[in-house]
């Protein structure tokens, strides 16, 4: 059964950092493109940053560019998010997904064709920065 499992989430004031992981089991995580996504209340989801299969591309959305960086182990089927300069704005729900199919990693984060090629989805994991 193909999963993705998110963690490190959590409370944190505005400012600090938190380290988010995707743990990949019952596939082989090397072949697929990862996105990190996220959805606040009352707002549509949104593409936060995605990587390459091999690691070597990357994309940030625009709110996120310079604060977050993603990186992957493909030997421990973890992608990461490493967050800094947390802000309110940044509260949500985030998950993490996987694809075979994209095309570049700016149209799996940021565009509707790019999403509908995601295979799978985790649970999600929720971020909340306030003092």
């Known amino acids: 059964q193909l999963q993705l499992v998110e963690s490190g989430g959590g409370l944190v004031q505005p400012g600090g950092s938190l380290r988010l992981s995707c743990v990949a089991s019952?596939?082989?995580?090397?072949?697929?493109?990862i996105g990190w996504f996220r959805q606040a209340p009352g707002k549509e989801r949104e593409g936060v940053s995605c990587?390459?299969?091999?690691?070597?591309?990357?994309n940030y959305g625009d709110s996120v560019k310079g604060r977050f960086t993603i990186s992957r182990d493909n030997a421990k089927s973890t992608v990461y998010l490493q967050m800094d300069s947390l802000r309110p704005e940044d509260t949500a729900v985030y998950y993490c997904?996987?694809?075979?199919?994209?095309?570049?990693?700016?149209?799996?984060?940021?565009?509707?064709?790019?999403?509908?090629?995601?295979?799978?989805w985790g649970q999600g994991t929720l971020v909340t920065v306030s003092s």
């Open positions: 019952g596939f082989v995580l090397d072949y697929y493109a």
């Open positions: 990587i390459s299969s091999s690691g070597g591309v990357t």
């Open positions: 997904a996987a694809s075979r199919w994209i095309t570049t990693v700016q149209a799996m984060c940021h565009s509707a064709a790019g999403k509908r090629q995601l295979e799978v």
